[in-house]
């Protein structure tokens, strides 16, 4: 009796050490990021920053890797079909919440396949014009494109992505019909910009500051409610008459479904010291990022987020009528 009392007894602790260790390990050896853009864009740069202060506060080596292609798809796959133990995480953005609308065939569920961990960052989208149009402002542009139909086009990142989206805005508050043309990143996209092949576009204010700065490119309003720190004496396109105006870039880490709560929370708090480290918060600044606030900071909040913008892209798409690919 005594003997099987202390087999009991035994086997009890033996998985209570085991539970506590698993908890407490976590990590258990180097994690990789995810990021599914091409290397040098505003969520590559962001993935590394985060990689690199985790590293630090977590005591494992973590790696970014790049998985770009079909507007994110391709990394969101392999990161929602990798093992649930927090090692394996994807950096996620607008990307993930537009594709329902824009495509068809995703190969995972979108509302059940990755779930958020935690926001990173805020980008502001700005719209600037080549220097070898006439308009200056956006009333100009407005009037130049209404007595100048099939003239100005929009240059983009690609098709589904959120400088798309946030031209098809711009058209339906305009009331306007300004083609896209879609690019392989933004970087072909702002090189014709600057040589006039396409006359528009909707971008990353970090991404073409020194182009503005230097007269090159025009800046004509902040997609964004509030103005480019950097400019304020520019408007934004609500404040310059389209009502409503709103687009920006957002930057939230996610996990394959499955992941342990404890994993996902652990992760959580890691990333919102670092949202405070003094360091981060200049490096955001130069890169005109903003960390999120009380109202995004956890996990739930996050996918409230996201859940939001899924309805939001959903009945924009509808209301334009967008044809999925």
């Known amino acids: 009796m005594l003997t099987r009392l202390f087999r009991l007894a035994l086997g009890a602790t033996i998985t209570l050490f085991v539970t506590q260790s698993v908890a407490q390990e976590f990590p258990t050896r180097p994690i990789r990021i995810v990021s599914p853009y091409a290397p040098g864009g505003g ?3 962001v993935t590394r920053l985060l990689a690199e202060k985790l ?19 391709l990394g969101n796959e392999y990161v929602a079909k990798s093992t649930p133990d927090g090692h394996t995480l994807v950096l996620n953005g607008n990307g993930f919440v537009i594709n329902p609308s824009f495509y068809r065939n995703i190969p995972y569920d979108t509302n059940t396949d990755l779930i958020p961990v935690s ?6 989208l700005v719209l600037v014009a080549s220097a070898a149009i006439e308009p200056n402002t956006v009333a100009e542009l407005l009037a130049f494109i209404r007595a100048n139909p099939n003239k100005l086009n ?10 798309h989206l946030a031209c098809l805005i711009f058209n339906q508050l305009a009331k306007v019909q300004l083609q896209t043309v879609p690019y392989k990143g933004g970087g072909p996209a702002v090189a014709d910009l600057l040589g006039n092949h396409v006359q528009l576009m909707m971008v990353a204010l970090p991404i073409v500051q020194a182009h503005i700065n230097s007269g090159k490119l025009k800046l004509l309003g902040a997609a964004t409610k509030t ?19 709103e687009a920006f870039l957002w930057y939230g880490l996610m ?3 499955h992941t342990p709560v404890s994993t996902v929370n652990k992760l959580a708090q890691h990333i919102n010291d670092a949202l405070k480290d003094p360091q981060t918060l200049e490096w955001f600044k130069q890169e005109g990022l903003t960390a999120p606030d009380a109202e995004y900071n956890t996990p739930k909040k ?4 996201i859940h939001a913008e899924l309805e939001k892209t959903a009945k924009l798409a509808s ?7």
């Open 43 to 45: 969520n590559d740069r």
């Open 55 to 73: 590293t630090k506060s977590l005591g494992q080596q973590i790696f970014v890797e790049n998985r770009p292609g079909a507007n994110t798809m």
């Open 119 to 124: 926001f990173v960052a805020f980008s502001q």
């Open 154 to 163: 929009f240059g983009t990142s690609g098709y589904g992505g959120p400088d």
């Open 227 to 245: 103005r480019a720190s950097a400019f304020p004496s520019v408007p934004t396109l609500d404040e310059a008459g389209l009502k409503g105006y």
């Open 255 to 257: 996990a394959p479904k």
């Open 302 to 305: 996050f996918e409230t987020f």
């Open 319 to 325: 209301e334009m009528k967008i044809q999925r690919e």
